[in-house]
């Protein structure tokens, strides 16, 4: 403890002395804590140097170890030591931007797998897209489908009713050799007559043979009178004389007729020219008796080309330019078969004639050229190579009937037309009954063939309107719908004149 000597003759209490000297020893405990205190952060800063020195020396050691290594051998310590320091930032500057960069981009997917991802998904894409049109055109064609089997179901349900009626109500078929002993000529003639035809046909032949047999018992005809539906060349009063020719004189009277007909320069009404040609070879006496005893005869033999032909002609059922270009096709085929028998020998091969066919007429179907093709004398056991005598599919008989191949050739040139009149009713859209109006006839006829020129078009419309061509108005011009007619009388008027296809029809686009 330490001890305070106070002067002597000092008369402080005894409890002042006793404060003095506890302040005294707190001041000098405070002295030594401060001492204490500097001391101890002496020795932690030394100890820190002593640390730093250490890793210093342990760096430099390492150093020196890889100074010493055998593959940097003679590398310059300093240069290595600050090598290493600066790899070191960089290390320590590539750990902070790897760990950036996963932060960053951890859920992000190299440029190459998407791309790769959405080209698979484009595609994907593309063949839904594909099946899903596909799926909708089956589900049209499944409901298309579904009608027509309803369809079906009734008509066959009315076939059955049908068939049911007709066994019950029709007779047997008829044993058509039972006219072989009636028909003059016999079996022979009958199995000529018969020939390729069924029971409609075969009715009207049989028609034929016993007309023509009555009309040789007439001497005499009635005449009509002079009424308004009487055609002109038959119009009198009276009774004439049946002239009573044979098949073959009435076949080359109207052949003979024909010839003049085309080359008269001034045309004149087909019934009138016929009359006037009749008064030119037999006389005004005769020229009457003429024209009733032609008229019979091509009434009655309507299973002859030549005389039903001539018959639709007089009586205004067709035009005259069915017949001429009818003809002129004709010339044109022995013209290209001509043309196409090199040789000069009145021969062609198979595979000519298909040409031939296909060439004349490039908007037939491929089953209507076959047709022609067996007409002709095609058949399964046939090769292209095989030679055909052309000249012989233009032949007639005595009786003006034409062969297979040209007969082939009218039925086709029919059956298109009808084809061709229905597309159009179709096009329109209407019901025979109704009215219709020249510019839907006009853009019907432009829809089912865009090949039409405009020449051929009006020619068109003037016949279903009865519109002579001068009168007949521009597209476009407003007293265009007031023209109207019936549908069914348009058609009608249509069917009478050359009426035939200039072109494909376009293809819908596909959906």
């Not at 009457?288 to 018959?311: C, D, G, H, P």
């Not at 004398?377 to 009786?399: C, M, P, V």
């Amino acid at each position: 403890m330490l001890a305070v000597r106070l002067p002597e003759g000092h008369g402080l209490p005894e409890a002042a002395v006793l404060q003095l000297r506890d302040h005294f020893e707190v001041s000098k405990l405070r002295k030594n804590l401060a001492e204490e205190y500097l001391h101890y952060l002496g020795e932690r800063d030394a100890r820190k140097i002593l640390i730093a020195d250490l890793n210093e020396l342990r760096y430099q050691r390492e150093d020196m170890s890889l100074a010493q290594s055998p593959g940097i051998w003679g590398e310059d310590p300093v240069k290595l030591t600050l090598a290493l320091k600066m790899t070191r930032q960089d290390l320590t500057r590539t750990q902070m931007e790897l760990n950036t960069m996963k932060a960053n981009f951890g859920d992000v997917v190299p440029r190459r797998d998407f791309e790769m991802q959405e080209k698979t998904n484009k595609d994907l894409q593309e063949q839904l897209d594909s099946l899903r049109g596909d799926y909708e055109e089956v589900c049209k064609e499944h409901e298309i489908l579904l009608q027509l089997h309803m369809t079906t179901l009734k008509e066959r349900d009315q076939f059955y009713s049908e068939l049911q009626e007709i066994q019950r109500t029709s007779t047997p078929r008829p044993d058509w050799t039972k006219c072989e002993d009636v028909v003059a000529g016999g079996p022979d003639r009958w199995q000529m007559l018969a020939e390729g035809k069924n029971s409609d046909q075969l009715v009207d032949v049989l028609l034929e043979e016993i007309g023509e047999g009555l009309l040789r018992e007439k001497d005499f005809f009635p005449g009509l009178g002079y009424g308004e539906a009487i055609p002109s060349f038959l119009r009198f009063d009276g009774i004439v004389e049946n002239k009573k020719p044979t098949k073959k004189d009435v076949v080359n009277l109207l052949k003979d007729a024909w010839k003049e007909r085309l080359v008269e320069e001034q045309k004149e009404k087909f019934p009138d020219f016929f009359f006037n040609f009749l008064e030119n070879r037999f006389g005004p006496g005769d020229a009457m008796a003429w024209a009733y005893t032609i008229f019979e005869n091509i009434k009655l033999f309507r299973s002859n080309e030549v005389m039903s032909q001539f018959y639709a002609l007089l009586m205004g059922k067709r035009s005259e330019s069915v017949y001429i270009k009818q003809k002129e096709t004709v010339v044109q085929l022995l013209k290209e078969m001509t043309n196409a028998d090199s040789q000069n020998e009145g021969l062609i091969t198979m595979e000519n004639l298909s040409t031939v066919l296909k060439s004349t007429f490039p908007f037939k179907k491929e089953e209507r050229i076959q047709e022609l093709m067996e007409a002709g004398g095609w058949h399964s056991n046939s090769s292209n190579a095989d030679l055909l005598n052309y000249h012989s599919l233009f032949i007639e008989d005595e009786e003006g009937q034409s062969m297979p191949f040209v007969q082939k050739l009218w039925e086709q040139y029919m059956d298109e037309k009808d084809e061709y009149l229905q597309e159009l009713k179709q096009e329109l859209g209407l019901e025979l009954h109704d009215k219709v109006t020249l510019p839907k006839v006009r853009e019907a006829l432009m829809n089912i063939d865009p090949g039409l020129d405009k020449q051929t078009l009006n020619s068109y419309l003037s016949q279903a309107f009865q519109l002579p061509m001068t009168e007949l108005p521009e597209e476009g011009e407003e007293k265009e719908e007031a023209i109207m007619e019936q549908l069914q009388i348009a058609l009608e008027q249509l069917q009478m004149i050359d009426l035939r296809r200039m072109g494909p029809r376009e293809q819908e686009p596909a959906s």
